[in-house]
């Protein structure tokens, strides 16, 4: 077991919080003093929602209109292209290098009219490019004082085994931060912090109130002691390192086969494949999971990849790389 185990804090819990009108603050007081401590900028406001792809929606929901300009990585990540089609906004999509988003396009975009940019500041899934501190501050210097919003999906958070690099240091009242707690503390959570520039996080608790109106504070109250675990900190420490080791194991063995694949940290590999039609139902045949490509593009280019998960991998390394690197230069049969 990778994750750190919830069950004894909760065993020592106290008492639950108390929860005496539906107009309370939506954060724990608590919960709050921990992040703002640990937040990467000085945030106008935070807030807690259910995991980050309900922050980014719900984000989307309150900053998107029909035909505005959204810039977004490609490769990305697929429900972030569909959550921004059903906001009808028309996508820019923007390529990545090792370094990040390439300066160039997100100029293009600026002056295209992008009200939106959203970026995965390390860890990018599918790729594992990470933004430096180098080309944070390129893009920075791009869009500084401009009227674009950005939301930063630090999905992977505390196990992206790379530090962070954010927009927010430099240009704090454009970015909107996202820190998930899922791929570190437990899926089950369902937590992620919002936390930036007030006006759109204020909107997000307003519609929010239409509904579920906050999330459980009982959760929060386990995160907050989880967060100040000395124990469970060093847990997460380890399983980011295991996570580390096991991506670049396979990474090491596709570059001895000839093969090199972008990015350096995170949870997955963009392998690039002869055919991705042929290599997924061929690697299943072997017990190998992976993702086709394709969904995880906005424009469809001439070289295949699938997306391969690294961090459930933990045996048989150099029978599944070999299998891998068939499929990327297009040898794979299906003997098992």
């Not at 791009?142 to 927009?167: M, Y």
């Not at 086969?257 to 949870?267: C, F, K, P």
Request: charged content about 20%.
């Amino acid at each position: 077991r990778l994750l750190p185990n919830p069950l004894p804090i909760m065993q020592d819990l106290d008492e639950s919080p108390v929860v005496s009108s539906y107009l309370e603050p939506p954060v724990l007081e608590e919960l709050e003093a921990i992040l703002r401590n640990r937040w990467p900028f000085t945030p106008q406001r935070i807030t807690i929602l259910d995991g980050a792809m309900d922050a980014v929606d719900r984000l989307i929901q309150a900053t998107v209109t029909v035909g505005d300009k959204v810039g977004i990585s490609d490769p990305g990540f697929p429900p972030l292209f569909d959550m921004l089609d059903l906001a009808g906004a028309v996508t820019i999509p923007l390529p990545l290098d090792d370094a990040g988003l390439v300066p160039d396009a997100v100029e293009r975009a600026v002056d295209e009219g992008m009200s939106l940019l959203i970026v995965q500041p390390r860890a990018h899934n599918p790729t594992g490019v990470s933004m430096t501190s180098g080309r944070r501050d390129d893009l920075t210097a791009i869009l500084a004082g401009r009227p674009v919003l950005i939301i930063e999906d630090d999905h992977s958070g505390a196990v992206s085994g790379t530090d962070l690099n954010s927009l927010g240091t430099e240009i704090p009242d454009q970015v909107i931060h996202i820190r998930s707690f899922s791929k570190s503390h437990g899926p089950d959570f369902r937590l992620a912090a919002v936390g930036g520039c007030s006006s759109p996080i204020s909107l997000v608790e307003r519609r929010r109130m239409l509904g579920p109106s906050w999330t459980s504070r009982l959760l929060q109250s386990i995160l907050a002691r989880m967060l100040t675990s000395a124990e469970i900190e060093a847990a997460i420490t380890t399983t980011a390192g295991v996570y580390a080791t096991r991506r670049a194991a396979v990474v090491d063995r596709l570059t001895s086969h000839g093969i090199e694949v972008a990015g350096a940290h995170g949870l997955n590999i963009w392998l690039p494949v002869n055919s991705e039609a042929t290599a997924v139902p061929m690697l299943a045949a072997h017990g190998i999971g992976v993702a086709r490509g394709r969904p995880f593009r906005l424009e469809a280019t001439e070289q295949d990849h699938i997306r391969v998960t690294t961090s459930a991998l933990d045996t048989e390394f150099d029978n599944v790389t070999a299998r891998l690197a068939e499929a990327s230069i297009g040898r794979l049969d299906d003997s098992p």
